[in-house]
Nanobody, 125 residues
Framework: QVQLVESGGGSVQAGGSLRLSCALSTYIYSNYYMGWFRQAPGKEREGVAAIDSNGRTTYAGFVKGRFAISQNNAKNILYLQMNSLKPEDTAMYYC???????????????????WGQGTQVTVSS
């Protein structure tokens, strides 16, 4: 079981930036995939960005060009750099991780078994 702890959320004005971090309790060897998801009140949790052990990234259409997912060299911290934030980006953001090969399905929340507790992002207009 991998434990995940998110940080970096907060309140920002539209157009601003935030960087979310997700610390993994254990190093995942060989094949793995990790992702960021978000859930706004009254809405389903949706995939934002994902990365696999080969460095392949996948982004939701609504964040392309604005958000970037990355890892540190030790592969035990996952980041989400969020730029040009919009009020509609307001949500609880979760990181998730699992072992295996995800292929093109990195934004499918049903494929993840390990989740963090979430960090709130609020963007005001």
């Amino acid at each position: 079981q991998v434990q995940l702890v998110e940080s970096g959320g907060g309140s920002v004005q539209a157009g601003g930036s935030l960087r979310l971090s997700c610390a993994l309790s254990t190093y995942i060897y060989s094949n793995y995939y990790m992702g960021w998801f978000r859930q706004a009140p009254g809405k389903e949790r949706e995939g934002v960005a994902a990365i696999d052990s080969n460095g392949r990234t996948t982004y939701a259409g609504f964040v392309k060009g604005r958000f970037a997912i990355s890892q540190n060299n030790a592969k035990n911290i996952l980041y989400l750099q969020m730029n040009s934030l919009k009020p509609e980006d307001t949500a609880m953001y979760y990181c998730a991780a699992d072992r295996g090969i995800i292929g093109p399905y990195g934004l499918d929340r049903g494929r993840y078994n390990n989740w963090g507790q979430g960090t709130q992002v609020t963007v005001s207009s």
